[in-house]
């Protein structure tokens, strides 16, 4: 965007007037566009410790009730926070699994128990079988070694 044309006045008084007044806009400009960076700064900061929060109530309800609980976070909320991964068990074999949320090809916007029917065993795929995973928690490692056969 072009900067605002100002004639310039024909007396000395005004001009020195105007180029004082137009110091005090640009130094005031620097100074709000460094306040609203800051403010921002703690906003996501603000933002990403909520996210915390939520993951870490969601993991506590799941791990007291032992469902899937609506509501729980989604997997955009839970990645910016540090929980990228989610543990998984089998509801046939009871193969313990982590998936990584990070890596999902689900919009960030899915909330992760709707994730409880779409994820599968690979275990059990391989034979036929297509149970659904029981959700168990967030986490912020994976828990379980990936063993491939």
């Given at each position: 965007?072009?900067?605002?044309y100002?004639p310039?006045?024909l007396s000395?008084?005004?001009r020195?007037?105007?180029?004082?007044?137009?110091?005090k806009?640009?130094?005031?400009?620097?100074?709000?566009?460094?306040?609203?960076?800051?403010t921002?700064?703690?906003?996501?900061?603000?933002?990403?410790?909520?996210?915390?929060?939520?993951?870490?109530?969601w993991?506590e309800?799941?791990?007291?009730?032992?469902?899937p609980?609506?509501?729980?976070?989604?997997?955009?909320?839970?990645?910016?926070?540090?929980?990228?991964?989610?543990?998984?068990?089998?509801?046939?074999c009871?193969?313990?699994?982590?998936v990584?949320?990070a890596?999902?090809?689900?919009?960030?916007?899915?909330?992760?128990?709707?994730?409880?029917?779409?994820?599968?065993?690979?275990?059990?795929?391989?034979?036929?079988?297509?149970p659904?995973?029981?959700?168990?928690q967030?986490?912020?490692?994976?828990?379980?070694p990936?063993?491939?056969?």
């Amino acid at each position: 965007m072009a900067p605002k044309y100002r004639p310039t006045p024909l007396s000395g008084g005004d001009r020195k007037a105007l180029a004082k007044e137009l110091g005090k806009a640009r130094a005031m400009a620097n100074i709000l566009a460094i306040r609203s960076a800051e403010t921002r700064a703690k906003g996501e900061a603000l933002i990403q410790q909520a996210d915390k929060l939520l993951c870490e109530s969601w993991n506590e309800r799941m791990w007291s009730d032992g469902e899937p609980i609506d509501p729980s976070p989604t997997i955009d909320q839970a990645v910016n926070c540090g929980f990228t991964w989610l543990e998984i068990q089998c509801a046939r074999c009871r193969t313990p699994s982590d998936v990584d949320l990070a890596a999902m090809k689900h919009p960030p916007t899915t909330f992760v128990h709707d994730l409880a029917s779409r994820l599968r065993c690979r275990k059990c795929a391989k034979a036929g079988r297509r149970p659904s995973a029981t959700l168990l928690q967030l986490a912020w490692q994976p828990r379980h070694p990936r063993t491939e056969a």
